[in-house]
């Protein structure tokens, strides 16, 4: 299994950007997708997650209103769309696959990762 993610780059605050994340070796229309992040000096925390089973979406607070999680089952793969972004949101980000459907906010809750694309955001 590999989770491939892509996206990250300098943006500027309020600027958005586009991550991606593209899954081989498993069907994420059985898998519960998530973005994770992990700024320097920082523990990896929760961002974003899309459940299979229930179709629904959550969000950390700090993101809400301004990140989206999406997924494209068919061509297995999960996006994260930035907007507005701030300083705050410089990090490495992570997608995780999940085989858990009630459970989302924990890094334990997940079962395989990605390698993290970096997100800086400066002027």
């Known amino acids: 299994v590999q989770l491939q993610a892509s996206g990250g780059g300098l943006v500027q605050p309020g600027e958005s950007l586009r991550l991606s994340c593209l899954a081989s070796?498993?069907?994420?229309?059985?898998?519960?997708m998530a973005w994770f992040r992990q700024a320097p000096g920082k523990e990896r925390e929760f961002v974003a997650t899309s459940t299979y089973r229930r179709k629904n979406t959550y969000y950390a607070d700090s993101v809400k209103g301004r990140f989206t999680i999406s997924r494209d089952n068919a061509k297995d793969a999960v996006y994260l769309q930035i907007d507005g972004a701030e300083p705050e949101d410089t990090a490495v980000y992570y997608c995780?696959?999940?085989?858990?459907?009630?459970?989302?906010?924990?890094?334990?809750?997940?079962?395989?990762w990605g390698q993290g694309t970096e997100v800086t955001v400066s002027s």
């Open positions: 995780a696959a999940g085989a858990r459907d009630t459970s989302y906010y924990d890094t334990h809750d997940y079962d395989y």
């Open positions: 070796g498993l069907s994420i229309k059985i898998w519960t």
